[in-house]
């Protein structure tokens, strides 16, 4: 049972709920007031660094955001199987965890092979993943600014493919999905937060995905959104530290003779 039983279809949920998932929790970080000493950057690096404006970062977004609600209906409706009530049959609660835990180590897989490529390929970094870096300093709502064609294949055909792989029913999706977009919105939000749950439990952070964004770190730090293990078993981890900045705020330093 769940709460938008009765009213909507778990298809239009798995489609439209992290869209709406993703503007509100952006939208969270995006109205906080500046909190300078949870900044791992300060606002006039932020205004100086970034190459892109934010109303070109939304509609970035929204593009992507097309794309993927088209594909998850596509998605839903040839996969759709139902009982004889003509409701799909949703397995037990431990069978949907274990589903959502192999849909974040797939998604993972899929995003870390896709992502180091673009790096390495030239005429992809110059022509299509370029346009994810030119937040160099990155903040919450731009945690989706990408090319169309990156936005495709990086996030939209990662959560297709974990949908498949694990089978699980697209009420299951709404919740792995809402909270992939969750994960990947904190990621990007440029704030140390104290009591930030995802700062405990994944070292695949803030912190972390800010090394990548950095010059030093773009040819590392590849993996996202859960889990590091594909950097640390392929050699692209970098290590940092956090430090206290003179002006104020933090700041995620590369640590480049610690390297493993």
Request: aromatic share 14%; with cysteine; glycine share 6%.
């Given at each position: ?13 798995g ?69 004889l ?43 299509i ?50 909270f ?59 290590p ?7 002006q ?13």
């Amino acid at each position: 049972m769940v709460f938008w039983e009765g009213y909507v279809s778990d298809d239009v949920m798995g489609t439209f709920a992290p869209i709406v998932v993703y503007w509100l929790y952006a939208g969270f970080y995006q109205l906080l007031p500046r909190l300078d000493r949870y900044r791992l950057h300060t606002e006039k690096e932020e205004e100086q660094k970034n190459l892109v404006r934010l109303s070109t970062v939304v509609k970035g977004v929204l593009l992507q955001q097309l794309v993927q609600a088209t594909v998850a209906q596509v998605l839903f409706l040839v996969t759709a199987h139902a009982s004889l009530l003509g409701v799909p049959v949703q397995p037990s609660i431990p069978v949907q965890i274990l589903q959502v835990f192999i849909a974040m180590l797939v998604m993972d897989t899929w995003q870390y092979f896709v992502h180091r490529y673009m790096h390495h390929n030239k005429f992809l970094y110059r022509h299509i993943h370029s346009q994810h870096h030119r937040l160099v300093v990155p903040y919450a709502v731009g945690a989706l600014y990408n090319h169309p064609l990156e936005g495709l294949l990086l996030d939209t055909f990662g959560g297709a493919m974990s949908f498949l792989i694990t089978g699980m029913t697209p009420r299951t999706a709404v919740f792995f999905f809402c909270f992939a977009v969750i994960k990947t919105i904190d990621d990007h939000c440029g704030l140390w937060l104290p009591g930030n749950i995802f700062h405990m439990f994944f070292q695949n952070n803030t912190a972390y995905h800010d090394i990548h964004h950095q010059l030093q770190g773009s040819k590392y730090n590849y993996s996202q959104p859960f889990f590091s293990v594909w950097d640390r078993m392929l050699g692209t981890y970098m290590p940092y530290s956090l430090v206290t900045r003179l002006q104020g705020g933090l700041e995620a330093r590369p640590l480049k003779d610690l390297r493993v």
